[in-house]
């Protein structure tokens, strides 16, 4: 698969996901107050290899437009930034790796088309799929019903929203299951997902409940968001399930995983009315029927978030 238009920005920030120990050194920032965005947890990628076995499967790759048939290529918006998702194990010069990765290349295997994967930053992902920009964007996107106002999906995990503090932070003593809990404190979150609409759609319940109303810093880089937390710029972190147990469970991580707040499907993304939807749904219900899909999440430790059957624009998770 193809690695193309890497922003010197991005670069910097996968970078910093191979220190170990969330080691400081200064880099581009995404925050908003101009310090720089410093430190990621080292994370190798696992050897085994799961999508190597996985062939064209002649009625799935028949639901794809002729036109994408005959030019054999689809042009992904990847946004790159922590394990298990997807991440740069060795370095930005190198390819990307991560279970969002496997399941993409898995995926293009069995429609029989090559991936030519663009580096993006998560935010600028879904309005470009509908400038046609991309075919396809991938970054750990939730269904939300306001995402499918103007994008499809075809879901391929159940993943979610979640909380992490620093370790032996005892501010938050236990998992965050009201929003209530979080009043006084400041909250880091990744900018354009859902952490951070749903941050800015209730911030008023701490006035309503009478307390001091939290605060909430968006960050670009994920590296910037841990590097906050550790020099205790911000409380808390809210970002994926997935994301925040995978980096508590490392065995020199310096942050503690509070739980999971809601659960979201999460999918491929496509504009609104875009003729591949079918394609991939079709694809990813034949790596879960074939094994291929069970192999990838074990391979990532996500097992707990799979899916029996793919599906296109389900509602959002109430």
Known sequence: MNVHGIRPR?????ALMLLPLLALTAC?????????????????????????????VDSAAALL??????????RVGSSVGFPPGAYYPNGPD???????IDLADAVAKVLGVKLERQDASFETILPALGSGKYDVGTGNFGVTSERL????FVTYINDGQGFAVKKGNTTLKSKVTDLTQLCGLTIGTGAGTTFE???SAQ????????????????YSENAATLTALQQGRIDVIMSTINGLRYQAAQPASQTA?????????????????????????AAVNVLIKDGTYARILAKWSTSASAIETSRINPPEHR
Do not use: M, N, W
């Open 28 to 56: 581009g920032s995404g925050d908003a107050d101009g310090t720089a965005a410093v430190g990621a947890q080292a994370s190798p990628a696992p050897t085994d290899d799961p999508v190597a076995a996985v062939r064209k």
């Open 257 to 281: 995983f509070l739980g999971e707040f809601h659960r979201l499907d999460v999918g491929f993304a496509f504009k609104k009315g875009s003729e591949l939807t079918k394609a991939f749904q």
């Open 94 to 100: 190198e390819a990307p790796a991560g279970q969002d």
């Open 65 to 74: 437009p002729a036109d994408v048939r005959k030019a054999g290529t689809l």
């Open 197 to 199: 609409a749903t941050l």
């Open 203 to 218: 911030k008023g319940v701490c006035a309503k409940a009478g307390k001091k109303p939290y605060d909430v810093k968006v």
């Open 149 to 152: 106002k103007t994008i499809d």
């Open 10 to 14: 991005l670069r910097a920030a996968a």
